[in-house]
Structures are given as structure tokens and as C-alpha cells.
């Protein structure tokens, strides 16, 4: 069974500090790694993704890969309160439909 | 990214009956997939379906309960049949772009 871990949180952290979310993923074989932020009600957005081990920006975000220790991970710069939501980690593993295998998410409160 | 549409947003339907949702992309795709997203949980695959194909159902979904259409590359309905509470949820259709996944706004159903 492939597995995504997330820890649930609330992750809670003041206006413009530095958001940190992790995720776990049990088959080696995975090929990408996607982060989603799900607002409560809504259907998950796409932020980012990320294939290659190291790190890929994109504004505030960074995306970080460690296919040696299979964890990805998340960073928020400057986080706002607009960024108060669940974020989900989804990986990839391969095959031919590409289907998506979600953790649980992390709830992230951004403290004004 | 893509523009996606589900019909309907919401509905309160009585157990014992059936509900098809409907689900509209802007472009041509080839996969189209089908979630399930319970309360206060993640996303759950059901089903892959491919323009011309049979869906390919995840384990614990069967055709017979949720039965699949992919009449062409921009439309795909998914029915839920003789639904018992269990299967109040949000139901989400997405589909892929290169690497990527991005979701329809769901359609929340809630079972009496």
C-alpha cells in the first residue's frame, strides 16, 4: 500500500515568518510530487510541483526534494493570513494513468 | 491550466436513488479522474477514465456503484448509485495537463 504522511497540524505561525510543511511518501518508485492548498469549502489549487531532487521556487514558495530520504517539503516565505488553509502533499507513481495518491493534509493558521 | 465545470454544485438526495454528476473541461484531455472526498479527510481516487475505454476503478470502487461515462475529450459523468449516507461527500473531477492536475470546483452531496 503507498502511502503519503502529512502531519495534521494546525501548523500555527505569525504574519510574515517562514511556514515549514513536510510529507512523507512510502514507494521509492515515485516519479513527482505536487503541493495543493484547499480552502475550507473549496476544491484544492494547484501551487506547485516538483520532480527533481533540490529545490524550486516560485515567489513565495519553495518546494524541497529528497528522493534518498522520501520526504518533500513545503516552505512559505512571508506568510500571510490569505494563506490560512489545508495543504495537501499528492505524489505520483507512475504507470500509465499518472494517478495521484494524496496524505491527509496540513492545516496551516497564519496568525495575524 | 484548465477551466472545469461540475453539475451539479450540491444536492440532497434521498438514499436508495441515483445522482450522476457531470463534469465539463475547457480543452481536449485524455485522463479524466474521478475523487471522493469525505469530511475532514483527503482525497480519495475512484476511478481513471480514458476517452474510449473502460474506467479503471481503484480498489474498494465498483462499476456498479459508480458507474462511468467518457462519451468524448471534454466531458465525463460519474453516477452515484443507490446511495446510503455513507456516501456523503465532496465528489471531485480532475484532470491532467502535462505533469499537472487540477481539480473541478466538486459537487457536494449530502444523502437523507
Known amino acids: 500500500q503507498k502511502e503519503v504522511e502529512q502531519n495534521s497540524g494546525p501548523l500555527s505561525v505569525p504574519e510574515g515568518a517562514i511556514a515549514s510543511l513536510n510529507c512523507t511518501y512510502s514507494?521509492?518508485?515515485?516519479?513527482?510530487f505536487f503541493w495543493y492548498r484547499q480552502y475550507s469549502g473549496k476544491s484544492p489549487e494547484l501551487i506547485m510541483f516538483?520532480?527533481?531532487?533540490g529545490d524550486k521556487e516560485d515567489g513565495r514558495f519553495t518546494a524541497q526534494l529528497n528522493k534518498a530520504s522520501q520526504y518533500v517539503s513545503l516552505l512559505i516565505r512571508d506568510s500571510q493570513p490569505s494563506d490560512s488553509a489545508t495543504y495537501l502533499c499528492?505524489?505520483?507513481?507512475?504507470?500509465?494513468?499518472?494517478?495521484?495518491?494524496f496524505g491527509t493534509g496540513t492545516l496551516l493558521a497564519v496568525q495575524p | 491550466s484548465a477551466v472545469i465545470s461540475q453539475k451539479p454544485s450540491r444536492d440532497i438526495c434521498q438514499r436508495g436513488t441515483s445522482l450522476t454528476i457531470q463534469c465539463q473541461v475547457d480543452?481536449?484531455?485524455?485522463?479524466m479522474f474521478w475523487y471522493r472526498q469525505q469530511p475532514g479527510q483527503s482525497l480519495t481516487l475512484i476511478a481513471t477514465?480514458?476517452?474510449?475505454?473502460?474506467?479503471?476503478?481503484e480498489s474498494g470502487f465498483v462499476i456498479d456503484k459508480f458507474p462511468i461515462s467518457r462519451p468524448n475529450l471534454t466531458f465525463s459523468t460519474l453516477t452515484v448509485s443507490n446511495m446510503s449516507p455513507e456516501d456523503s461527500s465532496i465528489y471531485l473531477c480532475?484532470?491532467?495537463?502535462?505533469?499537472?492536475?487540477?481539480f473541478g470546483p466538486g459537487t457536494r452531496l449530502t444523502v437523507t
Open positions: 480532475s484532470v491532467e495537463r502535462g505533469y499537472e492536475q487540477y
Open positions: 514507494d521509492r518508485g515515485s516519479q513527482s
Open positions: 516538483i520532480y527533481s531532487n
Open positions: 499528492a505524489v505520483n507513481g507512475g504507470g500509465a494513468t499518472n494517478k495521484l495518491i
Open positions: 480543452s481536449q484531455v485524455t485522463m
Open positions: 477514465a480514458n476517452q474510449g475505454s473502460e474506467a479503471t476503478y
